[in-house]
């Protein structure tokens, strides 16, 4: 059963204002490309008991669009099932350039050429 899960790209923030500014405008470009959707799975969901209480891991795979490219990934995630209610966090790491984003050469040694994105859901109906 795949889900798709998407951001607001303009909605992320920063601890400095230029960085959140350079970031929307120069970089993911946020106003031509609003959204950064992943559309995935489980790959591995027979070793979660969505049922019981408990920490699990597994892995989830599916496709990542932003700024206008779509690329597979896959990554480790880990679920918390507690009352009844799901809890999950991975780490994806992605290549700029994989995205068509490119690093001004004035900026190129602070920037670096991939990044993390961590993803933190909460699922309130798991049907």
């Known amino acids: 059963m795949s889900k798709t899960l998407t951001a607001a790209l ?25 959204k950064a959707i992943f559309k995935g799975k489980i790959d591995d969901a027979g070793k979660i008991n ?4 408990g920490n699990y891991n597994a892995t989830v795979t599916g496709l990542l669009t932003m700024h206008g490219e779509t690329k597979n990934v896959s990554a480790p995630a880990s679920f918390t099932v507690q009352n009844g209610k799901l809890t999950s966090s991975s780490t994806i790491t992605i290549a700029l350039s994989d995205f068509k984003i490119s690093i001004p050469v004035v900026v190129k040694d602070n920037i670096s050429n991939t990044v993390k994105i961590m993803v933190i859901c909460h699922y309130e109906n798991m049907n």
């Open 50 to 53: 969505f049922t019981k209480d």
């Open 10 to 34: 303009k909605g992320f923030e920063f601890d400095k204002a230029l960085m959140q500014e350079h970031f929307n405008e120069n970089y993911i470009e946020s106003d031509k490309f609003p």
